[in-house]
């Protein structure tokens, strides 16, 4: 079955400090990665999808996503922090074949700090 | 489009009691899902449908759980009778379908069983 693994359930930077969120899947085929964010009290909104294109994908906000397929990971970043990048961000998978259900990450909740 | 739509925002209730969460997904999308979220466990996929057909409920964590979709514009997760440890998020996302396709996610509906 897919899984998707989150290091880190928290991680702390620095406003102006690069971000890096990991995410990484299990699967024999390479699957389709998305990353979404949550603020509090709102829903999951996509920051950016992986589907076998390019291998770096740039999202919104200035994040971006690395897939390796060698280390199957699909990180998550972004060069400088913003205040307003607090939130907690979920890596999913969507296995080839499937209607598109997702499997989540437990989640990262990202600290700015000023 | 306003995007995924779920009622109520907030329900609170008491144990034993039947609750009704709803959902009305963005015009077009062919594919519907229910998610819970709670600290413990993270976004688990409940159930999901396709064309108005439920595809997979494996997630679905008891018979107290049903949920239905009787047209393309909405649908219903039904708690009976409910418990304290039902409380938690309850999303509703919806999709044009497809493996590679991203969901959209509602603002989900707090549920607290006292």
């Known amino acids: 079955a897919q899984s998707v693994t989150q290091l880190g359930s928290h991680v702390s930077v620095s406003e102006g400090a690069l971000v890096l969120l990991r995410c990484n899947y299990s699967s024999s085929v390479p699957p389709y990665l998305f990353w979404y964010v949550q603020y509090p009290n709102q829903g999951l909104q996509l920051l950016l999808k992986?589907?076998?294109?390019?291998?770096l994908v740039k999202g919104i906000n200035g994040f971006e996503a690395e897939f390796k397929k060698s280390e199957t990971s699909f990180h998550l970043t972004k060069p400088s922090a913003h205040m307003s990048d607090a939130a907690e961000y979920f890596c999913?998978?969507?296995?080839?074949?499937?209607?598109?259900?997702?499997?989540f990450g437990k989640g990262t909740k990202l600290s700015v700090k000023p | 489009d306003a995007g995924v739509i779920q009622s109520p925002r907030h329900e609170v209730t008491e144990m034993g009691q039947e609750v009704t969460l709803r959902c009305k997904p963005i015009s077009g999308h062919n594919s519907l899902f229910w998610y819970r979220q709670t600290m413990m466990r993270g976004l688990e996929l409940l159930i999901y449908?396709?064309?108005?057909?439920?595809?997979?409920d494996s997630g679905m964590p008891e018979d107290r759980f049903s949920a239905k979709m009787p047209n393309a514009s909405f649908s219903t997760l039904k708690i009976q009778p409910s418990e304290p440890r039902d409380s938690a998020v309850y999303f509703c996302?919806?999709?044009?379908?497809?493996?590679?396709?991203?969901?959209?996610f509602g603002q989900g509906t707090r549920l607290t069983v006292v």
């Open positions: 992986y589907t076998s294109a390019a291998t």
């Open positions: 449908f396709n064309n108005n057909v439920p595809i997979d």
């Open positions: 996302a919806s999709s044009v379908g497809g493996t590679n396709t991203e969901a959209f």
């Open positions: 999913a998978v969507s296995e080839r074949g499937s209607q598109g259900n997702l499997i």
